[in-house]
């Protein structure tokens, strides 16, 4: 979702994958934890963190540079951490101008208060975070250091990355949402395969080799999903929510697996940093195709000037991600299907002269057929909707594109499509 809450590396629910693990019994000496942490890091969380190190540098591919500070945090200081960065990250105005353009699309409810969803939300999940800025692992008190291992392993990779790459700058607002998208799921997807790869260490005593793991969300999806009566906020989410929450954790996870999977054998695989960082949702969704035979980079695209008296209050990206959520939410999930062939869009929520939102989406496609499929699956949801939804084939610079107006049903929108 284009909330920019990707700079809040949070990691959930991961209670599913701690049944059954072996922690191992093996006693770390205080000079141990004294050589990865600083003075201020409590003595348990030290010991964990020094005894974890050596393994999570080889399953990372990325070694240590300089100390890792851990700390423990109330619940109380996590929710204003939280309320914190999302105000930091998007302003109430911003997220106020994405919550109209998902109303617009059908996406959220026109009651929803958004802000209040996402802060209990975060706050609901959140056992432990990683603070760019603080460069610091933060875990909420209250349990037991066993209990948070796999939190600590994930949050420690995240520690690890930011220290060969700025986790900011990669998921900042200027790079656009689904380029912010895919570039939190190659380092949400990182850490849980580092994770998975180290429990299975810990339960087996032997070196994993985590390219030769299964592919970890085959078996995280349907847990999480039986988890959701523990977590009432994210149930009631509308599905564009859910979606995008999860989206970095289970797609990502699969986008590194398969990364990976295409590299062995090695003996340490590389972090899909830099030049192996997705630059769209539509790499991490179809990883072998879209990025690891070939890359196919999205296309930039760009809006014309306002009409004399529109106003543009917010442009960005959708992506294959949210053009398929889109899809999915008004024909059901094997319109997801229509999205495919996604090779890149721009949407801008416009205010007309008279005051009304109206939304302008300019989308590309690799082929004629697939901007044929997208424009007849758009045609069946203008059907279904109230308002105007004005679909129309078009071209982009030689390219197959799409146009969709969206507007109300007494809004003039010809000076739009027109252009």
Known sequence: MTIRRRAILLIVWLAVVITGCDRGSAEYSAADAAAITDDGTPRDLAIVVARMMPALERLSGLDRVETLRVRRQSREGARAYVEKRLNEEQSPAEREAVRRTYVMLGLLPDTLNLDALLLDLYTEQVLGYYDPGERTL????????????????????????????????????????????????????????????????????????????????????????????????????????????????????????????????????PAPLDSLLPQSTEQVMQPVERFIRQRDEPVSVSLDAAPDGWRIEREDEFGQLETAIFLAGHLGETARTAAEGWGGDRYALMVSPDGQDVIHWLSVWDSAAAADGFAAAALRVAARRDGQMVVHRTELDGRPGVRIIVAPADVEVAALHER
């Not at 948070?148 to 998921?171: C, G, R």
């Not at 906020?233 to 999860?246: C, G, H, M, N, S």
């Open 138 to 269: 933060f875990v909420v008190s209250g349990e037991s250091v066993s209990e948070l291992q796999p939190v600590i392993v994930h949050e420690l990779v995240h520690a690890l990355q930011d220290q060969h790459t700025n986790l900011d700058s990669l998921i900042a607002g200027e790079r656009g949402n689904d380029r912010q998208t895919a570039a939190h799921a190659a380092m949400e997807g990182h850490a849980m395969l580092v994770m998975f790869s180290f429990l299975a260490e810990q339960a087996t005593r032997t070196t994993v080799d985590p390219a030769a793991l299964p592919d970890p969300a085959a078996e995280l999806g349907p847990a999480l999903e039986a988890q959701n009566s523990e977590f009432p906020v994210f149930r009631r989410a509308p599905p564009i929510i859910r979606e995008t929450l999860l989206f970095p954790y289970l797609s990502g996870v699969s986008f590194v697996h398969a990364l990976w999977s295409a590299m062995r054998p090695l003996g340490r695989y």
